[in-house]
């Protein structure tokens, strides 16, 4: 999987939109680009995926740029419980060698009150 | 639905001493992972099976054994427990279709003295 470049930290109001940036200048054309994140104590958890079209379901959004070459995780309104390790991680669907996603250091999102 | 369950979730080991994590999935998924996380750091891939009886190595497989005797099941086996051993290890699962997000578990946190 290519790799994807994301700030160490990032902070936020409750209530206020965030947008969590990826940079992934080395994205091939068959690499999808998934978001996940890990609250504390917990196991990592699926948030969004997309291919080159904007994305958007029931916890955010994914911007693509049009070249693909960055992406932004938008959550729309933080709340407290949002605080978490943001992963950002590209994806290929085909062919072989070792399977399962490779995770960098991630984003971690501070909320403030 | 319980999903992805790991036990035990604590478990303190001297050097040398053996043990056995439990990985239980209840969705019929194909595809399991083991990954350890080592503090500060992103999830890295220690073995995965793409099927009952199939095991593969990932990223760091050295000091693991596996096994997949069932569907539901996904087993880690320390043989000889060592320091560097000492992380906290999750357990995932998807389906056969490579474009669906992987679901974890909640962890397992060893420390191996």
């Known amino acids: 999987d290519a790799k994807t470049t994301q700030p160490n930290s990032m902070e936020s109001n409750e209530e206020e939109p965030v947008h969590l940036p990826c940079n992934h200048s080395t994205i091939s054309g068959t690499d999808y680009i998934h978001w996940y994140r890990q609250l504390p104590s917990q196991g990592p958890e699926y948030v969004i995926h997309?291919?080159?079209s904007n994305v958007n379901n029931r916890m955010a959004s994914l911007a693509i740029a049009e070249d693909r070459k960055s992406s932004t995780l938008i959550l729309h309104r933080a709340t407290l419980r949002d605080a978490a390790v943001y992963y950002c991680?590209?994806?290929?669907?085909?062919?072989?060698?070792?399977?399962?996603?490779?995770f960098g250091k991630g984003t971690h999102l501070i909320i403030q009150p | 639905n319980a999903g992805v369950t790991q036990t035990p979730k604590f478990r303190v080991l001297k050097t040398g001493q053996s043990m056995t994590l439990l990985c239980a999935q209840d969705m019929n998924h194909e595809y399991m992972y083991w990954y350890r996380q080592d503090p500060g750091m992103g999830l890295r891939l220690i073995h995965y099976?793409?099927?009952?009886?199939?095991?593969a190595k990932g990223e760091v497989p050295d000091g693991y054994n596996v096994s997949r005797l069932k569907k539901q099941n996904f087993l880690l086996g320390l043989e000889s427990a060592a320091p560097s051993q000492t992380s906290v290890y999750f357990c995932a699962s998807r389906p056969g279709d490579r474009s669906t997000p992987l679901h974890f578990g909640n962890g397992t946190r060893l420390t191996v003295t």
């Open positions: 997309g291919l080159t």
């Open positions: 991680i590209l994806r290929m669907y085909s062919g072989g060698g070792a399977d399962g996603l490779t």
């Open positions: 099976s793409v099927g009952e009886g199939t095991t």
